[in-house]
């Protein structure tokens, strides 16, 4: 079979993932530090501040993450035609039909996989609701950072209840995002292995392979 190279991902997209990504990565070993923070001892004395340290460094990150949010938001509704929401989540019939058989497909039930230069509408669909969970873990984040202000002081209260039951939301969410992260790569190099789309090398150069249509 012949394969056609085409664009698929614009450097905004790209900049957005690997934002994401990074600062996430940041995020997980600060904010589990200051959950437990592992190597702070009665030994260490009082010269270093390891905690402080470490909740410096997560909120620089958690600002970070927050634009990579922002600029995926303005994605979703301005991005090209891959990047816009409509495209892959099941909300139109040949996106429910593209989840059934992606989901045969990932169950070994089927080999009727479509290929799609943007994401199929299972990714798709997991994609939008770890945006979803992105933002509450940002709003529990900025309402535990800036507990004195009215405004998070308001939003956080309504969405996530008191200061503890946010944190305790912004705790589990962390592991929404661990499991997610192991899926996501077993998935993305899964596909790769399995397919000659270019799926991996798709997020740094933009490109995929889609089969030559005869
Ligand atoms: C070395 C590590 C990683 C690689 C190689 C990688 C690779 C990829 C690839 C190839 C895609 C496009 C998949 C498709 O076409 O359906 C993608 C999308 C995505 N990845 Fe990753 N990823 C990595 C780490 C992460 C991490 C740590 C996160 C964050 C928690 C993450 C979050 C996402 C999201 C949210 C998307 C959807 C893109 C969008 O439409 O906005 N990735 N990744
Ligand atoms: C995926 C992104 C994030 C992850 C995985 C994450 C993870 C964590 C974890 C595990 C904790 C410890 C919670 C506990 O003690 O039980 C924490 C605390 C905290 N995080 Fe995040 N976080 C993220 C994003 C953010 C963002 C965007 C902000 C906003 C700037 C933020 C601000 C905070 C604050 C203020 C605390 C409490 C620090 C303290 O009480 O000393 N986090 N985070």
Not at 23 to 28: K, P, Q, R
Not at 123 to 143: E, P
Request: proline share 3%.
């Amino acid at each position: 079979m012949q394969y056609t190279r085409h664009q698929a991902w614009s450097i905004l997209l790209r900049l957005f993932h690997w934002c994401f990504a990074l600062s996430f990565v940041t995020l997980v070993i600060t904010g589990l530090y200051i959950h437990f923070p592992w190597t702070n001892t009665m030994l260490e004395g009082s010269s270093t501040f390891p905690v402080a340290t470490m909740r410096y460094i997560h909120f620089i990150a958690g600002f970070v993450f927050t634009g990579a949010l922002l600029a995926r938001v303005y994605l979703l509704l301005f991005g090209n035609r891959q990047e816009r929401f409509w495209d892959f989540l099941p909300i139109t019939p040949r996106n429910i039909k593209n989840l059934l058989a992606t989901l045969k497909y990932y169950l070994y039930m089927g080999n009727t996989a479509e290929h799609r230069l943007g994401h199929n509408a299972l990714g798709g669909m997991v994609y939008f609701i770890t945006f979803i969970v992105a933002a509450l873990q940002i709003i529990s984040g900025f309402y535990m950072l800036y507990p004195e202000s009215t405004f998070w002081q308001v939003w956080g209260l309504k969405l996530l209840g008191t200061q503890q039951q946010a944190r305790f939301l912004h705790y589990l969410f962390t592991w929404y995002f661990l499991i997610f992260v192991a899926t996501h790569l077993y998935i993305v190099i899964w596909n790769d292995v399995s397919s000659k789309e270019g799926m991996i090398s798709s997020i740094f150069n933009g490109t995929k392979y889609m089969p030559k249509k005869s």
